[in-house]
T-cell receptor, first 113, second 115 residues
Framework: DTAVSQTPKYLVTQMGNDKSIKCEQN?????MYWYKQDSKKFLKIMFS???????INETVPNRFSPKSPDKAHLNLHINSLELGDSAVYFC????????????FGPGTRLTVL | QQQVKQSPQSLIVQKGGIPIINCAYE??????FPWYQQFPGKGPALLIA?????SEKKEGRFTISFNKSAKQFSLHIMDSQPGDSATYFC??????????????FGKGTHLIIQP
């Protein structure tokens, strides 16, 4: 019973394609995040979302869009993929107003050819 | 602008030694400072965290030292073991805002504990 799960674990695709990464948490959390980890292992926040508000890091291209069908899911859609999008993407969640711990998923390694 | 600076980038310590990883932050609005441990192919996992109202926190072999006036904090690993070999990230956030801005991470330290 994984707390935060992501699918797929690996994603290889061609430039210009549109792809999605799914994230689900079974912790009852109400705030979810997407982070990008580049080839140098630097982790950077992309989005945070609760049921009221989406906060977007200003450096994230608008080709990236999070979509939340319900409180347990925050999927990441990427349009017109570029070589520079290759990275590991992590979903995370926490309970707003609760313990401060963010729980991370196992990551999705995206490779754009 | 990098808001959390972490050093060293890599560190090799003999088993039983005490690796020390340092971080400095710029934003005085940060009020939550966690350390995350990441093994290859895995997501980061919380190791220990501290708030600025205390100067030190210990959990098992892991200790955070915090210096609010210097805007610095560090992680010490006592009696280090080969299983501690991983990448360690310091981070900071503004939890009083509900954590909506997420975590700002340092660039990570690749730690190797030699047997």
């Amino acid at each position: 019973d994984t707390a935060v799960s992501q699918t797929p674990k690996y994603l290889v695709t061609q430039m210009g394609n549109d792809k999605s990464i799914k994230c689900e948490q079974n912790l009852g959390h109400d705030t979810m995040y997407w982070y990008k980890q580049d080839s140098k292992k630097f982790l950077k926040i992309m989005f945070s979302y609760n049921n009221k508000e989406l906060i977007i890091n200003e450096t994230v291209p608008n080709r990236f869009s999070p979509k939340s069908p319900d409180k347990a899911h925050l999927n990441l859609h990427i349009n017109s993929l570029e070589l520079g999008d290759s990275a590991v993407y992590f979903c995370a969640s926490r309970l707003a107003g609760g313990p401060d711990t963010q729980y991370f998923g196992p990551g999705t390694r995206l490779t754009v050819l | 602008q990098q808001q959390v600076k972490q050093s060293p980038q890599s560190l090799i310590v003999q088993k039983g030694g005490i690796p020390i990883i340092n971080c400095a932050y710029e934003n005085t609005a940060f009020d939550y400072f966690p350390w995350y441990q990441q093994f290859p192919g895995k997501g980061p996992a919380l190791l220990i965290a501290i708030r600025p109202d205390v100067s030190e926190k210990k959990e098992g072999r892991f200790t955070i030292s915090f210096n609010k006036s210097a805007k610095q904090f560090s992680l010490h690993i006592m009696d280090s073991q080969p299983g501690d070999s991983a990448t360690y990230f310091c981070a900071a956030s503004m939890q009083t805002g509900g954590g909506a801005d997420g975590l700002t991470f340092g660039k990570g330290t690749h730690l190797i504990i030699q047997p």
